[in-house]
């Protein structure tokens, strides 16, 4: 073996066996302050490199002077190391810090407040993290407030909604057993009414439900806009002569999309008897279908007057109506039909939104367009 290669595992066995012992340290350590392990860190690198280059040096045979030069040297640059280190661990330190009382902030709910003078990228990219993850919170923060704030009015409006229509029942149907009714015939179909309206809001309720837990089963198959449109203007053509309200359709092109039938005939008629209910006579409303931006419309269009600008965001909203009276209209719903179309039109992975036009206001869906199979 050379003399060379002697020295070499020589000296890198004695600074390997000194990185072993500190292992050892550090592994007892464990669990310890971030300072301390840091520092244990350095001094068995250091420790390590000097024993290393002292047992080589008096291997190499060099003279006692150069001996002397090289041990001065060494301790040197460990008292130099050691000095950055115990910088480095304090400004980790400092971050650390930093970073568990922007935890902590984080877990009360407030803002982190980490800046970004952190001393490495890592922690500023783990600060940067946390302002990300705080901001997310706050937004679902938000709307588990909103939720529950619609899942109260949701319970007032029905229940009020509900004690009405059975009251009357109740009161009809006494007068029907004590033989007091004038005209059995006229209560027999007020109470048939009062039955179908309140068929009406459970079927409502169910359906709300369903879309909430998730558990809305979409039956897929082909169908045109046109044939949509013409569904809904039919089943609420009588509702619109009835209030004096014009209803009219208007097909830009055929466009065909890939849909629930059954589902988004509900929403649009939805949307088309929320138009007719709240246009005056002798106003009008428009059902239009087309194709916009790489995406399948369905807009109606009423002439209601306008929604106030602060109300728009809540339009679709659990048992928003739009009024603050408690007792709504015979033939009101319980402020569902719009909730229900937002659901809907989400489970077909599109989207609703309504804006303010001259007159009236527009409510707009959009689906995603998918290319039909050839004789479609």
Known sequence: MSDDLRVILIGGGSAAAVGLVGMAVMRAVRGRSLRLALFVLVVASVLAMITGTVVAAEEMFISPEDFGVVLTVCAASGVVTSAMALLLA??????????????????????????????????????????????????????????????????????????????????????????????PARYHTQMRLAVDRLSGMVDDLFMLSRIHAGALALSLEWVTLADLVDQAVAGTNPLARAQGVLLGAEISEPVIVRADVRELNRALTNLVVNAIRHTPSPGSVLVEAGRLDHHAV???????????????????????????????????????????????????AGAVKVRNTDHGCRFEVRLPLSAAPYGV
């Open 298 to 348: 369905l807009a109606v269009s009423d002439a209601c007057g306008g929604i106030p600008p602060d109300d728009l965001g809540r339009v679709f909203d659990v048992a928003w109506r739009g009024t603050a009276a408690r007792t709504p209209e015979p033939d009101s719903g319980a402020g569902l039909g719009l909730a229900i179309v937002r659901g809907i039109v989400e489970a077909h």
């Open 90 to 183: 304090r400004a980790m330190v400092a971050d650390s810090r930093t970073l568990r009382r922007a935890v902590r902030a984080l877990g009360h709910g407030a803002a982190p407040g980490a800046d970004g003078s952190l001393s490495t990228a890592e922690m500023g990219e783990l600060s940067r993290e946390l302002s990300l993850t705080s901001q997310r919170l706050a937004q679902a923060r938000e709307r588990e407030r909103s939720l529950e704030r619609s899942r109260r009015e949701l319970v007032a409006w029905v229940s009020h909604d509900l004690r009405t229509p059975l009251a009357g029942l109740r009161a009809m149907v006494e007068a029907l057993e004590d033989g007091v009714a004038p005209e």
